[in-house]
């Protein structure tokens, strides 16, 4: 009898300890389940329950008793919090207040809640992972951003605001001055559409559903508007970002920075801000890939008598050398350098890599308007050799 009857303390002190955690468990504040700050907006409230609920469903935990619980705990707290009444009935009375108004905040089974979250799956413990939900996304926003020739060959930092809007500060999306201040609409019963028959002919119907006239189809109708944004939900700003454009990055290149575009209630997570590189034309030179091309004008004498010179880069501090001592340079004519062309960009890091293009440098000569009579017979007599070589090969033709 000792025996049956210690065995019988022991089972109540374990239903009482059990029935105490879940109590605990059950008293935890929502926020603080979702891991959200009370003034939460919704795509917070949202983008938290997805990411817990994945983490700890019971199709990845299968034997894992505390992440079931910790599933179906995510399941209830989002159940209220994503409710807009329920909320605010939360927020001013507590769970008590809930159950007090007839909402109460148990009894909804956590799959059901996560296949409407998801658009199916759950259903009792079914597996959801051959696929994830994507957060919707918003637009990007494009800017093109002119940068020179000089700016891509040495890398550059450009200091950019950008304008754009974000969720009201004090109403955080919602377009009311309050939470107490957002109804269901009583037009559509909180369903944001309205079903209307139209007859076609007697005895014929056709029935049409089309958005709430009256919520425009949100479901929620706004008592006063917020009195900063006047009810838009977002209010626009300005804010500064700064775009480092790496030595060879080539033209129309793209460079994002991702969920800095608008924000807006409609949707999970911003876009991107895109720049798009585009090169000023430069007066000197031009760029082919990697490779540069220069125009280079020379003199007759240096055309014909061979020359050394230089020329200063488009870093402004690097002296190139231009030599073709002894030799002729016919108009038009080609010289290569070596790894004087634009820096190697790797596109898959964004880096700049070791090694350059080529400079060609495209010569044209520069004549005289005219020759004195003098300086015409003295020209006649020096290349007097090269004339009569030149008609030999003429008259050979």
Same mark, same amino acid.
């Given at each position: 009898?000792?025996?049956q009857?210690y065995? $019988?303390?022991?089972?109540?002190?374990?239903?009482?300890? @059990?029935?105490w955690?879940?109590?605990?468990?059950?008293?935890r504040d929502? $926020?603080e /389940?979702?891991?959200?700050? %009370?003034s939460?907006?919704?795509?917070?409230?949202?983008s938290a329950?997805?990411? @817990?609920s994945?983490?700890?469903?019971p199709?990845?935990?299968?034997?894992?008793a505390?992440?079931?619980s910790? =599933?179906s705990e995510?399941a #209830?707290?989002y159940?209220?919090?994503?409710?807009?009444?329920?909320?605010?009935?939360?927020?001013?009375?507590?769970?008590?207040?809930?159950?007090?108004?007839?909402?109460?905040?148990?009894?909804?089974?956590?799959?059901? &809640?996560?296949?409407?979250f998801?658009g199916g799956?759950?259903?009792?413990?079914?597996?959801?992972?051959?696929?994830?939900?994507?957060?919707?996304?918003?637009p990007?926003?494009?800017?093109?951003l002119e940068?020179?020739?000089?700016?891509?060959?040495?890398?550059?930092?450009v200091?950019y605001?950008?304008?754009k809007?974000?969720?009201?500060e004090?109403?955080h999306?919602s377009?009311?001055?309050?939470p107490?201040d &957002?109804?269901?609409?009583?037009?559509?019963?909180?369903?944001?559409?309205?079903?209307?028959?139209? +007859?076609? +002919?007697?005895? =014929?119907?056709?029935t049409?559903q089309?958005?709430?006239?009256?919520?425009?189809?949100t479901?929620?109708?706004i008592?006063t508007k917020?009195?900063?944004?006047h009810? *838009?939900?977002?209010?626009?700003? *300005? #804010? !500064?970002?700064?775009?480092? &454009?790496?030595?060879?990055?080539?033209?129309?290149?793209r460079?994002a =920075?991702?969920?800095h575009?608008?924000?807006?209630?409609?949707?999970?997570?911003p876009?991107?801000?895109v =720049?798009h590189?585009?090169?000023r034309?430069? %007066?000197?030179f031009?760029?082919?890939g990697?490779d540069?091309?220069?125009?280079?004008?020379?003199?007759?004498l240096?055309?014909?008598?061979?020359f050394?010179?230089?020329?200063?880069?488009?870093?402004?501090?690097?002296r190139v050398?231009?030599?073709? !001592? *002894?030799?002729?340079?016919p !108009?038009?004519f080609?010289?290569?350098?070596?790894?004087q062309?634009?820096?190697?960009f790797e596109?898959h890091?964004?880096?700049?890599?070791?090694?350059a293009?080529?400079? $060609?440098?495209?010569?044209?000569?520069e004549?005289p308007?005219? /020759?004195?009579?003098?300086?015409?017979?003295i020209?006649k007599? /020096?290349?007097?050799?090269?004339?009569?070589?030149s008609n030999?090969i003429?008259d050979e033709?």
């Amino acid at each position: 009898m000792r025996v049956q009857w210690y065995a $019988y303390l022991a089972f109540c002190l374990v239903v009482a300890l @059990l029935g105490w955690g879940a109590q605990a468990t059950s008293d935890r504040d929502y $926020y603080e /389940v979702l891991g959200v700050k %009370p003034s939460a907006t919704q795509q917070q409230i949202k983008s938290a329950y997805r990411k @817990l609920s994945i983490k700890y469903h019971p199709d990845k935990n299968p034997d894992d008793a505390n992440a079931t619980s910790k =599933f179906s705990e995510l399941a #209830e707290a989002y159940g209220i919090l994503s409710d807009e009444e329920a909320r605010r009935k939360y927020d001013r009375f507590g769970k008590e207040g809930l159950n007090e108004h007839g909402r109460g905040s148990g009894g909804a089974d956590p799959f059901d &809640i996560f296949a409407q979250f998801f658009g199916g799956g759950g259903g009792g413990g079914g597996s959801f992972f051959g696929f994830e939900q994507q957060e919707t996304q918003g637009p990007d926003l494009h800017i093109p951003l002119e940068v020179t020739l000089a700016e891509l060959y040495m890398g550059h930092t450009v200091e950019y605001d950008v304008s754009k809007q974000v969720l009201c500060e004090h109403c955080h999306g919602s377009g009311a001055e309050n939470p107490s201040d &957002i109804n269901t609409c009583t037009s559509c019963k909180g369903q944001g559409i309205k079903v209307v028959q139209q +007859m076609l +002919m007697p005895g =014929f119907y056709q029935t049409m559903q089309s958005p709430c006239d009256v919520c425009s189809g949100t479901g929620k109708v706004i008592g006063t508007k917020c009195s900063r944004c006047h009810g *838009n939900k977002v209010e626009r700003t *300005n #804010e !500064p970002l700064t775009v480092e &454009i790496t030595a060879g990055m080539p033209d129309r290149h793209r460079i994002a =920075f991702e969920r800095h575009a608008d924000h807006s209630p409609e949707w999970d997570v911003p876009g991107s801000v895109v =720049f798009h590189l585009r090169t000023r034309p430069h %007066p000197r030179f031009t760029r082919d890939g990697n490779d540069l091309h220069l125009n280079y004008t020379i003199s007759l004498l240096q055309a014909l008598s061979g020359f050394e010179t230089s020329f200063t880069h488009l870093d402004k501090t690097t002296r190139v050398d231009l030599k073709r !001592p *002894n030799a002729v340079t016919p !108009p038009g004519f080609v010289q290569k350098i070596k790894g004087q062309g634009m820096p190697h960009f790797e596109e898959h890091s964004g880096v700049s890599a070791d090694g350059a293009g080529d400079l $060609y440098v495209h010569y044209t000569v520069e004549f005289p308007e005219s /020759v004195t009579s003098a300086n015409r017979a003295i020209l006649k007599t /020096v290349l007097s050799a090269t004339i009569k070589a030149s008609n030999a090969i003429h008259d050979e033709l």
